[in-house]
T-cell receptor, first 117, second 118 residues
Framework: DAKTTQPTSMDCAEGRAANLPCNHS???????VYWYRQIHSQGPQYIIH???NNETNEMASLIITEDRKSSTLILPHATLRDTAVYYC??????????????????FGQGTTLQVKP | GAVVSQHPSWVICKSGTSVKIECRSL??????MFWYRQFPKQSLMLMAT?????????EQGVEKDKFLINHASLTLSTLTVTSAHPEDSSFYIC??????????????FGEGSRLTVL
């Protein structure tokens, strides 16, 4: 799986949009970009994923550049409860069958987002 | 989303004893589950891949005799830390891969189990 690079930490004011960047310059054509977050002392929580088109759900938006070498996770109106470590992970297609694809997720160091009042 | 439950949430044990942690997929079947370990202020480190009905696959540097994994059914995987020592104190997290249906292949995580070895 391709390696990702994220800033170590970011601050965001409550109520403002939080934009978390991720570089994945070695991503291959069939790899997806996944975002998870981990609130202190809890298991990771799925946020969103995409292949090449921008995606939006009730939690966030994912913007993927045209060359797919980077992406940005957007939390439109950050709240104090969004304070967490955010992980950007590149992963092969989840529905890809075959013994060579276990679908495992390899976590990098992530970005610690601190939402401040 | 699908629910993955871990038990116990936290456990304290004496050095030299063995501890079993369960990971259950509550509303879906999971032929594959993954076990991670996380030390304070560090990221999750993948320990092993647990496959239903077969032997687990361990990541490099993880002792298979130390961390016993059993995946006896499509909804349950267990991790046993044998002869635990203080350096095994950590946050252990499992994830389960959906085996069928619309969410096939997606991964969901448990809440984690905190092990403290005295």
């Amino acid at each position: 799986d391709a390696k990702t690079t994220q800033p170590t930490s970011m601050d965001c004011a409550e109520g403002r949009a939080a934009n978390l960047p991720c570089n994945h310059s070695t991503i291959s054509g069939n790899e997806y970009v996944y975002w998870y977050r981990q609130i202190h002392s809890q298991g990771p929580q799925y946020i969103i994923h995409g292949l090449k088109n921008n995606e939006t759900n009730e939690m966030a938006s994912l913007i993927i550049t045209e060359d797919r070498k980077s992406s940005t996770l957007i939390l439109p109106h950050a709240t104090l409860r969004d304070t967490a470590v955010y992980y950007c992970i590149v992963r092969g297609s989840p529905s890809q069958r075959g013994s060579s694809n276990t679908g495992k997720l390899i976590f990098g160091q992530g970005t610690t987002l601190q939402v401040k009042p | 989303g699908a629910v993955v439950s871990q038990h116990p949430s936290w456990v304290i044990c004496k050095s030299g004893t063995s501890v079993k942690i369960e990971c259950r997929s509550l509303d879906f079947q999971a032929t594959t589950m993954f076990w991670y370990r996380q030390f304070p202020k560090q990221s999750l480190m993948l320990m092993a891949t647990s496959n239903e009905g077969s032997k687990a696959t361990y990541e490099q540097g993880v002792e298979k005799d130390k961390f016993l994994i059993n995946h006896a059914s499509l909804t349950l995987s267990t991790l046993t830390v044998t002869s635990a020592h203080p350096e095994d104190s950590s946050f252990y997290i499992c994830s389960a891969r959906v085996a069928s249906g619309r969410a096939w292949g997606e991964l969901f995580f448990g809440e984690g189990s905190r092990l403290t070895v005295l």
